[in-house]
């Protein structure tokens, strides 16, 4: 396909494939030299984006393509179980009964009181498996064990069932893959691949939001992120995003090739903007970032934000007490998405010890996306095993927020 040069569509073609998702852009000189001639583009933009997708991600470009594409695959494995699935009522906190549950799809975790199902234990196979023909040197760690399935004769055999749609490893060898994710760390300077084949569990069972996690980490720095969300799949828009360190954030359709530019569904489009348009015009009308007007008197004005702690401790205001926090269910994942894509402004995650693979991932993404992502000292986050520490909470603002939003935010996470 060719388009002429000088053509809107072309100019917004161009913006998205040199803008938002590559590097590409056509010179003055190639520009010029078309319109003169009245010609048409002899390069179609589609191949130049197919050639620029390639190589985009730098030193780090198979493992942002291999992690886009598994986490691709993993969706897929959650809509299929989900199309076949009762789905749970909704309720408060992370926690679910047994009730919940279904004979050979879920369990209550022994000790935990939070679900898990046969699509976490088999994303995990099918993930372990493709990373270790990828990238046989590197360390795979992985929420799950086969602990479950080996006293669950029904769930182990619809995992095995699932995983075997994607692979034709034995059952033996889906559960050797299932275990491959609780190696010991090896030492100084690994490569190790941190998933969460499910974060939010609760939300998958209860028909809400649920975000596939896969972060590449070199001595507990993220360098490789993917997240997908596959509930947005109905929405036609994009429903991944990866980012590479220093490269930053990109999006990726369900299935084929990306990066593809960035979209949001209508609502989410309207909210991102409203918060920004109203932040702008406070600042410029008001001086809410001013001494004169601080962030804990915005209230209404205030702008949308996220906390994740204990349901038994009140949450901070940092932005005053009638600008409560968003609720958006379920997991820390799907609060990180939100931030990334700039829906909110902010969010802060409290308790510590963490847990990597609920983390690793969303950091990277909001780094990526422009957006900044601390403890609350300002400190980088570091995944160095299966916890990590923070001084008192991860504290992340978008890339739209000001200044002052951030610092409200770190103010409030210290208390």
Not at 264 to 289: C, D, H, I, N, Y
Not at 395 to 415: E, G, M, P, W
Request: net charge negative; proline share 6%.
């Amino acid at each position: 396909t060719a388009f002429v040069v000088n053509s809107p569509r072309v100019r917004a073609a161009s913006a998205c494939v040199g803008g938002a998702s590559a590097t590409c852009r056509l010179t003055q000189a190639q520009l010029a030299r078309s319109n003169r001639q009245g010609s048409h583009l002899c390069a179609t933009l589609i191949g130049v984006r197919t050639l620029r997708a390639a190589e985009w991600g730098g030193d780090l470009a198979k493992e942002a393509q291999v992690c886009a594409q598994v986490v691709q695959t993993a969706s897929q494995v959650c809509l299929d179980l989900a199309s076949k699935m009762k789905m749970a009522d909704e309720s408060l906190g992370k926690e679910m009964s047994a009730g919940d549950t279904q004979v050979g799809m879920s369990v209550i975790k022994t000790g935990d009181s939070t679900p898990v199902t046969a699509a976490d234990f088999a994303i995990q196979a099918i993930i372990a498996e493709e990373l270790k023909r990828a990238f046989p040197n590197d360390r795979f760690m992985g929420e799950e064990d086969a602990a479950d399935l080996r006293e669950n004769a029904a769930l182990r055999a619809m995992t095995v069932e699932i995983a075997q749609q994607y692979t034709k490893s034995s059952e033996a060898e889906i559960m050797s893959a299932i275990d491959s994710g609780v190696e010991p760390p090896r030492g100084h300077g690994e490569r190790v691949w941190i998933l969460d084949p499910i974060d939010g569990t609760k939300g998958f069972m209860t028909n809400q939001n649920y975000i596939i996690g896969l972060a590449l980490v070199v001595d507990g720095e993220a360098v490789v992120a993917a997240m997908a969300n596959p509930r947005l799949e109905e929405h036609d828009v994009p429903s991944i995003m990866v980012a590479v360190k220093d490269k930053g954030l990109r999006y990726w359709p369900a299935s084929g090739s990306g990066p593809i530019p960035a979209q949001l569904t209508p609502a989410l489009q309207e909210k991102k903007v409203s918060w920004v348009v109203k932040m702008e015009s406070l600042a410029k009308f008001r001086g809410p970032t001013s001494q004169g007007f601080p962030m804990t008197e915005l209230n209404e004005n205030g702008p949308p934000w996220l906390v994740s702690r204990p349901m038994t401790t009140g949450s901070p205001m940092p932005f005053g007490p009638r600008c409560i926090p968003d609720n958006v269910c379920c997991g820390a994942m799907i609060k990180y998405w939100c931030v990334a894509q700039g829906t909110a402004a902010g969010f802060i995650q409290y308790e510590t010890p963490l847990k990597s693979w609920d983390h690793a991932c969303g950091v990277l993404c909001v780094i990526e996306s422009g957006g900044k992502a601390t403890d609350a000292s300002g400190n980088p986050i570091r995944f160095l095993d299966r916890t990590f520490d923070v001084d008192k909470a991860v504290v992340c603002s978008a890339s739209d927020a000001h200044r002052n939003i951030r610092l409200a935010l770190l103010d409030a996470a210290k208390y």
